[in-house]
C-alpha cells in the first residue's frame, strides 16, 4: 500500500504523451497504464485533478497565416477532446472522473467553478480540466498552474518526456546537467523553457511547488505521490 505524502495534486500531461509512440490520436495501451498509476493514487485517498495539452490533435496554427486566436481556440478544443477520453479511460478502470471546461459545453461538460471542482475532489472524483484558461495565448502549463492555485493544489505535477529540468536540452546535449532543485526565478531567468514562463511565474507568486518528471514510466506518478525523487524540484525555499 502506498504512503502518499500530498493530499491533492495537479497531474499535467500532454496530448503527445496520450497519443503514444505516433504522439496523435488516442493509444490507449500508453493511457490505460496511466489510468493504473492514477487508480493507485486515488485508492490512497489522493485527490487528483488533471489538464491535458491538445498537441496530438492540434498543435500551433495550421497556415502562417491564419489568426492566431482562432489557431488557440482550436487548441483549446482539442484538449477538451483529450480531457473527454481520458475520462472515459479511466472510468472503464473503475475511477470516477468528470469533466469541466473553461468554457460553455454544456451537451458535452460542465463548466468549470472553484466550489464545484473541490467538491468533486472531495467527493474522490479524478478532475479533468479542459479548454485550458479558455483564453487564447496561454499555454495548457498556465491552465494548469492557474487551476491548481484555485483548487489548493499542494503540487503541480509537470509530466515530461526527460527526467527533469537540465541546464541544456539532455536529447541534443550529452553533457547536460540535471538540476534535483530549481527555483523558477532561476528557470525564467536562465530561459530553461521546461514549462511557460507564465506558468513557472504563477507557481513561484503563489508558493506552488512543481516537480517535472518523467511519464514514459506511469509508476512515476505513484512514486512521485510516495516522495519518491523521480525528478526535478521546482521551487525557491
Known sequence: MMKPIYKTIMLKISGEV?????????????????????KTCTDAGVRVAIVVGGGNFWRGRAHTDMDKSKADSIGMLATVMNALALADALIQ??????????F?????????????AREYLDKGFVVIFGGGTGNPCFSTDSGAALRAIEIGADIFFKSTNVDGVYDKDPNKYPDAVKYDKICQT?????????M??????????????????NLNDPQNIVRAVSGENVGTIVECN
Open 104 to 116: 460553455d459545453m454544456p451537451k458535452i461538460a460542465e463548466l468549470f467553478t472553484v466550489d464545484k
Open 196 to 213: 511557460d514562463a507564465t506558468a513557472a511565474a504563477l507557481c513561484r507568486e503563489n508558493n506552488l511547488p512543481i516537480l517535472v518528471f
Open 186 to 194: 532561476d528557470i525564467l531567468a536562465n530561459d530553461l523553457r521546461v
Open 18 to 38: 496520450l497519443g503514444g509512440k505516433v504522439g496523435a490520436g488516442i493509444d490507449y495501451e500508453t493511457v490505460f497504464p496511466i489510468c493504473d498509476a492514477i
Open 93 to 102: 478502470k473503475g475511477v470516477n472522473a468528470k469533466v469541466m471546461t473553461a
